[in-house]
C-alpha cells in the first residue's frame, strides 16, 4: 500500500465525556450546577447528540433533519446544527451554548488513542492523509499533541464543501499523497461514511468508537495492511 487515510475522531482521537465537557465550560465561566443537576444537564446534552465527536441524537427533532444531514460541508451549518441542539437543553447562562460549542473545538477537549503515535511515526514514510467530517480546523489538535509531524495532508469536509461518504473527498485526499486509490488504506469508524473509499477502489478498514481507555490497540493491524 502506497498511503494510508485516516477518519479523526472516533479513529485516531476521541473527544472528552459530555459530563467533562460541561464541567469545563461551567468552570471557565465562573458558573456552578450542583452535582445531580450537572449530571442530569450532561445526560440531557447527550441524548441530544449536542457534543460533536460524542453521541448522535437520541432522537432527531424533523426541523432539523435538512440541516444535520449537510452539517459537515461548512463552518457555519456546522455550527448551526450543534448549538442547536445544545439549545434544547435548559442551561444557567444561555451564553453557555456557545461555549459549549468553542470549547470542543479546543485540543484539551481531545485525546488520542494510545497507539496513535506509534502507527502514525511508523506509516509516515508511505504518506499518511487525515479525511474528516468536521466544520472546524483540527489540526491545532495534531499540533498540541505531538502528532502533526506525521500527517502529511488534512482533507476536511468544512473546506471543500463535500462530506463523507462522496467519494470527492477522498479522491482530494490521494491526489493530495500522489497515490492510486487502490494503493490506499481508508481507516475510520463509520462504514456510512467512511466507507465511500471503497467507491475509488481503495481498502477500507475500520475500528470502533470507544472511548480511549477501553481502545488501547485497536490502530495497530493497519500496520500489517500497508506491509
Known sequence: MAAVLFDFSGTLFRVESTESWLRAVLDER???LSGPELAEA????????A?????VP???????????????????????AYTWLSRRVALPDP??????????MSPAAWSPYPDAGTVLRTLR???????????????????????????DAYVLSYEHGVQKPDPRLFSVACEALGADPRQ???????????????????????????PVAHRPDALLPVLDLVR
Open 30 to 32: 465562573g458558573a456552578t
Open 42 to 49: 450532561a445526560r440531557a446534552l447527550e441524548a441530544a447528540g
Open 51 to 55: 457534543l460533536p465527536g460524542g453521541a
Open 58 to 80: 437520541v432522537e432527531l427533532p424533523a426541523d432539523l433533519a435538512g440541516l444535520w444531514a449537510v452539517r459537515d460541508e461548512s463552518a457555519e451549518l456546522h455550527r448551526a
Open 95 to 104: 451564553g453557555l451554548h456557545d461555549a459549549l460549542y468553542e470549547r470542543h
Open 125 to 151: 514514510e508511505r504518506g499518511v492523509g487525515v479525511v474528516s467530517n468536521i466544520g472546524w480546523d483540527l489540526r491545532p489538535v495534531f499540533r498540541e499533541h505531538g502528532l502533526d509531524p506525521y500527517a
Open 184 to 210: 490506499v488504506v481508508m481507516v475510520g469508524d463509520s462504514r456510512a461514511a467512511d466507507g465511500g473509499a471503497a467507491a475509488l477502489g481503495c481498502r477500507v478498514h475500520f475500528v470502533d468508537h470507544l
